[in-house]
């Protein structure tokens, strides 16, 4: 089994520790590649996201980190890049090039309304964030939050061209049902329009386990629907275990490949050297 964690999270974000412990811990587990994706600064306080004035010091670190693991395993530079629009967060093409980075994860969490300019939904966090965000941002309308959730992912898509989008369906995290469900034809309507519009781009979508070994959710990010449709509709997968802890690397890895194969996937993307590549799922 080839482990790797390409959406990995340290002290520069709200991961728990230093990167060069996730280095030594990953070393020691055997994993083929890390990859280190800080959620990229936003212009607003949070204590989430890696500080603009922390941007050179998090990517010269990572370059001594690879330096320093060079004869064990390959070690990249990415940000976790969250889009809003009407230039409320930078383009993902200033960071590619002001940090020089391997590659970019893009994600949606703050949800933009242009009705109401001075509002986010917040849609990951605690649970309560989601009915207030719903409630302040678009007036109690949960299907036109999530209406918005799904336009704000393709425009990020064929905007911004990440590598990879991150937990596509995530809206769903802190439903539960409450408000609407997966079912619903209106709500498989907008991920099936999203989705087109991603095989569109040739964009890479992660299996993201980190909802069900936190006990978030009882699915992945996307869950197992939506998985067979991306292999129906030939978009990329890789899996991603969004670590924010060293112990958790490799958490619920070996399952995501297991479902991938279930759900008639054949390959998985991997990035190696400069280039994203498929990867045969025997050889994951």
Known sequence: MKYFSFHTHSHYCDGKVPMSEVCEEAAKIGLAAI???????????????????????????ITKLKLEYADRMEIYAALEADYIPLNKSLSFDTWRKMLDLDYIIGSVHLVFNPEVPNELWFLDGPAENYEKGVIECFGGDIRKAVTQYYNQLKEMVITQKPDVIAHMDKVVMNNKNRFFTEEDDWYQKLVEETLLEIAKQGTIVEVNTRGIYRGKYHTFFPNERIIKRCIELKIPLTVSVDAHHSDELKSEFDNAVETIKKCGGTSVSFFNKGYWEQLPIGDV
């Not at 990859?35 to 670190?61: C, I, M, Q």
């Open 35 to 61: 990859g280190f994706s800080s959620h990229a600064p936003v212009p607003f306080e949070t204590s989430w996201a890696l500080k603009f004035e922390d941007g050179l010091k998090y990517r010269n670190e």
